[in-house]
């Protein structure tokens, strides 16, 4: 058997890394020597970064006046306020935990019950996330990209949702202090008189 020359020997590790490397590639932000920002995309190409623009008046934001399109009723600060508005500008929404029974209340760590688990949906890219998504270098919130949402789950009562997830959603739910908001789902049966 004859050995390669070294040349071609370290050509074909380097092929072999770059073919790993493509594979596990991502859109990167970079700085140029001058201080001016770029996006490396994953099939090295590049271009300037523009960042992202809201037709929002982020300076308006003052803590607990939240803007009529997010859920009221809590108390939030400013900072989580920019969160909420730049995530639902984006397009994501939340839909709380529900209980499948009135044994599953909120509060109740039974194993034995189940629950409908909270998760997040994005309107505008119709992907769904577990996880609440997270703020990337160039300003878009990623999730989980699950594939869709769930289905009911034993294990108990979830945690108190965050003041994100409250502000994301609709209805249902605890306040994030654990406050019930909602009625039981079922109502108990009066005694039948004869």
Not at 42 to 66: C, H, M, P, R, V
Not at 81 to 110: C, F, H
């Amino acid at each position: 058997m004859k050995s390669l020359p070294l040349t071609q020997l370290i050509l074909a590790l380097l092929f072999i890394i770059s073919i790993q490397n493509d594979s596990n590639a991502q859109n990167q932000i970079a700085f140029l020597p001058d201080g001016t920002k770029v996006v490396l995309y994953a099939d090295k190409t590049w271009d300037y970064f523009e960042g992202l623009s809201y037709e929002f008046d982020f300076n308006q934001l003052q803590d607990n006046q939240i803007p009529d399109f997010l859920r009221q009723g809590i108390n939030v600060d400013k900072t989580a306020l920019k969160i909420a508005v730049e995530m639902y500008l984006q397009g994501w929404r939340y839909t709380m935990p529900r209980p499948k029974s009135n044994q599953a209340r909120w509060g109740n760590k039974d194993g034995r019950t189940t629950w409908w688990p909270g998760y997040w949906y994005n309107e505008k890219t119709q992907e769904y996330s577990r996880k609440t998504p997270n703020k990337q270098g160039n300003g878009y919130y990623d999730g989980d990209e699950q594939a869709d949402k769930p289905f009911y789950e034993y294990g108990g009562s979830p945690s108190y949702p965050s003041r994100i997830q409250w502000l994301l959603s609709s209805k249902h739910g605890v306040k994030p202090n654990g406050k019930v908001i909602e009625k039981p789902i079922f109502k108990r049966r009066s005694s039948m008189q004869y």
